[in-house]
């Protein structure tokens, strides 16, 4: 989808950025407005990033690039287990995340928790092409509850989970406190969690945080970065286990084991991964401040979202000055 200068857009999201900046998302058309028990959704056709999720007002996923950040969810904690076969998402009601975990032919069976069935059935509707039927996948159940609820169950148990929650800060410490101290039990035996986090680099480094909080709650824990365009920034995944020491696999290993999906990804290299665990040592040493809690982080209230609607995104286009007559009709 191309934009045009003098388009109508049904409306946009405004979305404040980490460094004090706002970005600004026109949406070409609704597919789909609702609000649930939990949060407002919305579903929506954006130019060039093609059909986006909204939850809150903070775009969770856009079909341009989502295989960027669920390939590097999901995939490399895959391929550090040597045979991942039981596999529980907490969230993903996307169902990306579940796509993404079928390409490993050693699952045989993914559980996905999560809390807001609109989410669940709105994405059903409106990101089939995406879902590439996951959902309906004979191995996959999906659960409408508490991530919370489901992890006390004594009978759970996993060889990889995966952790597509709220972002952490410091208002969802509490949340991640609850989760974290039941997904150690819910491990098999050589099992391994990952999560994901915002950007690690300043002026906040809440990717760093991220990897701060799961350090002194598992032996090996290691942490990998990929840009996501449509989030305008470097996301953080951090990975962790007791048994497994993820972030010294050699690379002739993890091209090994890459080898056994269904399909190659898109996004990265699997023999590159070993060296995307070493990080700079200003890096480190930041996070070492994080982990002595030097380094604080603004409450989740600093950060806003809203969505607009038609009249809102006109006033806004005209302000920046993008309904101006074409000075330069032949290009720039």
Not at 262 to 279: D, E, K, N
Request: proline share 8%; net charge negative.
């Amino acid at each position: 989808m191309s934009p045009h200068r003098n388009d109508t857009y049904a409306g946009g999201v405004i979305e404040s950025a980490h460094s004090g900046r706002w970005f600004v998302t026109p949406v070409r058309t609704w597919r789909y407005q609702g609000r649930s028990p939990y949060q407002d959704i919305a579903i929506g056709d954006v130019d060039y990033l093609g059909r986006c999720l909204f939850l809150d007002g903070w775009i969770q996923l856009a079909a341009v690039d989502e295989f960027v950040y669920h390939e590097h969810l999901v995939l490399p904690a895959l391929l550090a287990h040597e045979r991942p076969e039981r596999v529980l998402i907490l969230g993903g009601g996307d169902g990306l995340a579940a796509r993404e975990a079928l390409r490993d032919p050693f699952v045989r069976h993914i559980v996905m928790v999560d809390l807001d069935a609109m989410v669940v059935a709105a994405c059903r509707e409106h990101l089939k092409e995406l879902q590439a039927g996951a959902l309906d996948d004979p191995r996959v159940q999906v659960i409408i509850g508490d991530a919370r609820d489901f992890l006390r169950n004594p009978n759970a148990r996993f060889d990889v989970i995966i952790v597509d929650l709220i972002d952490l800060t410091p208002d969802t410490v509490p949340l991640f406190e609850d989760v974290f101290a039941h997904v150690r039990a819910a491990l098999r035996p050589g099992g391994i969690v990952v999560t994901h986090g915002p950007d690690p680099g300043p002026p906040l480094h809440e990717g760093l945080r991220m990897v701060a909080f799961l350090r002194p709650r598992f032996r090996h824990v290691g942490w990998y970065t990929a840009y996501i365009t449509s989030f305008g920034e470097t996301w953080t995944f951090g990975v962790a286990s007791d048994d497994v020491p993820i972030e010294t696999l050699s690379a002739e290993e993890w091209a090994r084991r890459g080898r056994r999906l269904t399909s190659p990804p898109r996004s990265f290299v699997p023999q590159a991964m070993s060296a995307r665990f070493l990080h700079t040592p200003a890096e480190e040493t930041m996070l070492e401040h994080i982990c002595r809690g030097d380094q604080h982080a603004p409450p989740l209230s600093r950060w806003q979202s809203t969505v607009i609607d038609g009249d809102a995104m006109a006033h806004i286009r005209k302000v920046i000055g993008f309904d101006k007559p074409d000075e330069h009709p032949q290009g720039r």
